[in-house]
């Protein structure tokens, strides 16, 4: 049971490193564009876009894997002269993989938007902006050397890849935020 948990992550890391930095970097980028509201007004915010932001990927991830595995069962079914491949074991097998990966996208999206929003809990809402860019560049550069770890690059410089990442985004927000703020004023 456990080799199998751990097939099925390994197999999808991919998508659960996408899933995960798009649910945490475009949650930070709400947070901080509802800068100034009340802390349960950024929490909705946050919770929702994130949610969106899960099913959104899950779905994109169903279109795109769906395409690339019908892609390639029409190579292996020309190679082997079929007309069709619904019925054999490999076109299940894929189908299987396909929701699978899909599934982790968006479940790691969900869970990637709970970091920046998760301060809002604990924090006035003033400093839970500021705990909530530290967390996401923080859990950024967890991902990044996860990431270097599992594709033999190096730890750390893909660390500090994810975490500078992260930081462009609270920045870019940040700007958009302020600059919102002050032409509506």
Partial sequence: MTENILEIIESTLGNITRGAIDGILTTLGIVIGAYGAEATIIIAAGI???????????????SAERTEMEVGMKEIRKSMLREEMEDTLLHKTKKREVRIKALMDGAASVLGAAVPVTPYFFFPAEQAVFVAIGLTAIFA?????????????????????????????AVIATLIQQGIHISLR
């Fill in 48 to 62: 929702s876009g994130g949610v969106a932001s899960g099913l959104s990927n899950t779905f994109a991830a169903l």
């Fill in 141 to 169: 550069f967890g991902i990044g050397y996860l990431s270097g770890k599992v594709s033999g690059k190096h730890l750390f410089r893909m660390g500090i890849k994810m975490a500078l990442i992260a930081l462009v985004v």
